[in-house]
Every structure is written in C-alpha cells, then in structure tokens.
Nanobody, 130 residues
Framework: QVRLVESGGGSVQAGGSLRLSCAAS????????LGWFRQAPGKKREGVAT????????YYADSVKGRFTISQDNARNTVYLQMNSLTPEDTAMYYC???????????????????????WGQGTQVTVSS
C-alpha cells in the first residue's frame, strides 16, 4: 500500500508560479511511476506530467510543456510539480498518483492515462485568476 499526500496548492494570478509536492509513504520501491493529474469542472481528468523514478524519464501534456517541470528528491519518495506562467486554464484539482513496482523500458516514459495508476492522493486545489 502506498499513501500519497499532496501540498502546495493555492490561488495565484495569471503569470504566477506555484510548486506542488507529493510525499509518498508505505510500500515504495525504487521502480515506480509517479504522475500529476488534474480535473477541472466539466472536463475529464487528464494527465499533466509523469516521471519514471528509476530512470528519471518524464512526460508532459502538450498543454503544459515548457511551463511545468516534474522532478523528484534524492530518495525518490517525493515528487514535485513546478508550475510557471500559470493561466486560468490551469485551474483544477491536482492529484498525485502512483504505479508502484514498475520499471519501464529504457527511454520510455510513464503513462499519462489515469487508468494505469493504482494509488491516489486526496488532491490539492490550484486556482489561477486573470
């Protein structure tokens, strides 16, 4: 079992920055997929960014590429999402999710589809005003 706890959400103006954190505890391994997903009212949940913890290979949705950066700490039990140049379209509930016990093929990123993720945090709200 894996417990995920998000933090760092809040309200910012367009153009501002925010950094989200996701702390993982419980049964963690060196080979995991960790991802950030978001869901806004009237929209389906979408993958924002993922990282394969063993290799560090990342994936970004086209809508956030160049603005968001996913990273992990040295122990690989905390994942971050640095969000820059925020726009009102980024307003959503942001969730951290994990696929434990996974080692992806070399050069392959973790899936951005929520179907594959087994564990989820409670979410943290991000609101961007114009």
């Amino acid at each position: 079992q894996v417990r995920l706890v998000e933090s760092g959400g809040g309200s910012v103006q367009a153009g501002g920055s925010l950094r989200l954190s996701c702390a993982a505890s419980g049964q963690t391994s060196n080979g995991n997929c960790l991802g950030w997903f978001r869901q806004a009212p009237g929209k389906k949940r979408e993958g924002v960014a993922t990282i394969a913890t063993r290799s560090g290979t990342t994936y970004y949705a086209d809508s956030v590429k160049g603005r968001f950066t996913i990273s992990q700490d040295n122990a690989r039990n905390t994942v971050y999402l640095q969000m820059n140049s925020l726009t009102p379209e980024d307003t959503a509930m942001y969730y951290c999710a994990a696929i434990p016990g996974v080692v992806v093929r070399s050069g392959t990123s973790c899936s951005g589809e929520d179907y594959y993720y087994n564990y989820w945090g409670q979410g943290t709200q991000v609101t961007v005003s114009s």
